[in-house]
């Protein structure tokens, strides 16, 4: 069963605070992770691949385990400008057919002054 | 500037008929998306082509249809078979379809079934 769950928020945060989301996938297959953001009645844009060994870019971190098909976000200092839907997107094969991507439903936050 | 377009915007529709949706992309890329988000709805894929006159049905293919006659050219046609086609549609590109390339979208187009 392809899915790929994540917490619909909203994440209610202030600005300079550290928020987590969450994403969790049921393939045990899957093979490439990705964090995308999306405005609101906009497109969406890859934040960030997901890598085995976690990966840091600026004020987000990401983090894969993949004992427990669980994948994490964490932004730092947050700034009123991350305010956004952040997808939890799951390659369920790899290697191969891009038409395999999973898209979560979206974690949605909220920074507020 | 490089990147993909959509037309139109928006788009209404009466039941019954068929509209096409336009998706142009000039960065070259060899694969190409359709995907329907619904309101707190992941994207879901419609279809797929990963290289000129050649697609693929996504999960959700019935009542589309598309055609791949020109590398940067996509477009999709909501028929009337469709049974509920309000939403807002998206068209990605990526280099080509293997895993680890990034998907790039367009700015989307929004139908309603009036």
């Known amino acids: 069963r392809k899915e790929v769950e994540q917490d619909p928020g909203p994440f209610n945060v202030p600005e300079g605070a550290t928020v987590a989301f969450n994403c969790t996938y049921s393939?045990?297959?899957?093979?490439?992770f990705f964090w995308y953001r999306q405005d609101c009645r906009k497109e969406p844009k890859l934040l960030m691949s997901v890598y085995s060994s976690g990966n840091e870019d600026g004020r987000f971190t990401a983090q894969l385990n993949r004992a427990s098909q669980y994948i994490s976000l964490l932004i730092r200092d947050s700034k009123l400008s991350d305010s956004a839907t952040y997808l939890c997107v799951v390659n369920i094969y790899g290697g191969g057919s891009q038409g395999n991507l999973i898209f979560g439903k979206g974690t949605k936050l909220s920074v507020k002054p | 500037d490089g990147g993909i377009t959509q037309s139109p915007k928006y788009l209404f529709r009466k039941e019954g008929q068929n509209v096409t949706l336009s998706c142009e992309q000039n960065l070259n890329h060899d694969a190409m998306y359709w995907y329907r988000q619904d309101p707190g709805q992941g994207l879901r894929l419609i279809y797929y082509s990963q290289i000129v006159n050649d697609f693929q049905k996504g999960d959700i293919a019935e009542g589309y249809s598309v055609s791949r006659e020109k590398k940067e050219s996509f477009p999709l046609t909501v028929t009337s078979a469709q049974k509920n086609p309000t939403a807002f549609y998206l068209c990605?590109?990526?280099?080509?379809?293997?895993?680890?390339?990034?998907?790039?979208f367009g700015p989307g187009t929004r139908l309603t079934v009036l």
């Open positions: 990605a590109s990526s280099l080509s379809g293997t895993t680890d390339n990034e998907q790039f």
């Open positions: 393939n045990s297959a899957s093979q490439s």
